[in-house]
């Protein structure tokens, strides 16, 4: 079975300042790896993701993300915090070369405040 | 940019009622899901619809819920007989193919048990 750990439910980071969100999963194979973001009274929204090729992945709004397989993570980053970044984040996985489904597996969500 | 939109937004009920949810997914995609986040914990997974049938559903997924798409373009939710604990946040999703892993979320409908 397939689980994800967000460490810190609460981030909270100046307005300039390096957003780092943690994600590490547990699963027999590496997974695919999803960072979703969800903004107040909003549903989830792809931020990005990695299925394969570079380990390193960028998204929107500046985030990036890089697959460390070693570590079995996918930390979450944008180097400079906008007031606008303050949502909630989930980290997911899925599984690969399943024939159908692919449900995703969610962390508990890392909420993010910024502040001016 | 197509999305994935559901109704009602929010829906209040009284425990023992029988509530429908409703989804419209892009309308190329052609596999759905349910999730659901109760107030304060992980989003969690519920069931997923392929070619007119669940693939793969999860223990909270009991006799209680069924889905349905109803027609080419909506996808359901039915709660039978609702419970306090089903109160919570649920989500539809729907993706293109295998290969595209990507799923796009609606807004979510908020369910609240009474």
């Known amino acids: 079975a397939q689980s994800v750990t967000q460490l810190g439910s609460h981030v909270s980071v100046s307005e300039g300042a390096l957003v780092l969100l943690r994600c590490n999963y547990s699963?027999?194979?590496?997974?695919?790896l999803f960072w979703y973001v969800q903004y107040p009274n909003q549903g989830l929204q792809l931020l990005l993701k990695?299925?394969?090729?570079?380990?390193l992945v960028k998204g929107i709004n500046g985030f990036e993300a890089e697959f460390k397989k070693s570590e079995t993570s996918f930390h979450l980053t944008k180097p400079s915090a906008h007031m606008s970044d303050a949502a909630e984040y989930f980290c997911?996985?899925?599984?690969?070369?399943?024939?159908?489904?692919?449900?995703?597996?969610f962390g508990g969500g890392t909420r993010v405040l910024v502040k001016p | 940019e197509p999305e994935v939109t559901q109704t009602p937004s929010h829906q209040v009920t009284q425990m023992g009622q029988e509530v429908i949810l409703r989804c419209v997914p892009i309308?190329?995609?052609?596999?759905f899901y349910w999730y659901r986040q109760i107030l304060g914990q992980k989003v969690e997974f519920l069931v997923s619809?392929?070619?007119?049938?669940?693939?793969?559903k999860s223990e909270i997924f009991d006799d209680q819920f069924s889905v349905e798409r109803p027609d080419g373009s909506n996808f359901t939710l039915k709660i039978r007989s609702t419970k306090l604990e089903d109160s919570a946040m649920y989500f539809c999703?729907?993706?293109?193919?295998?290969?595209?892993?990507?799923?796009?979320f609606g807004p979510g409908t908020r369910l609240l048990v009474l």
């Open positions: 999703a729907s993706k293109f193919e295998t290969g595209s892993e990507t799923q796009y």
């Open positions: 699963s027999s194979v590496p997974p695919y």
């Open positions: 990695y299925t394969t090729g570079a380990t």
């Open positions: 997911a996985v899925s599984a690969v070369f399943k024939a159908a489904g692919n449900k995703l597996t």
């Open positions: 309308s190329n995609h052609l596999y």
């Open positions: 619809f392929y070619n007119n049938e669940i693939s793969e």
